[in-house]
């Protein structure tokens, strides 16, 4: 006798959203990412960063990138304060090809 089974494998998002973060110098928890484990496409990815005011402080598209409590460009780029930040990722599952969006919130500690 033989036997046989189509198994389907669903890729699912699994994915984690720290809640602070210290860019202070060391070499842990230097930069705010998201972690994904797999099941989102990454060229239909964006983060962004907005400070109490609602202005984007930092803007992404690609997920191996952080935010290193940073604003500006060149002679212009500054630390930010320490405090409470806004983010706001939207990505695609492979899967089904659904947008997702998340906004929270991330402590700057230094």
Known sequence: DTAFALIQIIDDVIFYVPNS????????????????????????????IFNRWGEVVFESNDATIGWDGGYGMGSNYRMMQD???????????LQTDERIMKVGHVNLLR
């Open 21 to 48: 973060f210290t860019p202070d110098g060391d070499i842990v928890n230097q930069t705010f990412q998201p972690v994904f484990t797999s099941g989102f496409d990454p060229a239909e990815y964006s983060l962004r």
């Open 83 to 93: 405090g409470v930040y806004t983010w706001k990722i939207e990505f695609t599952v």
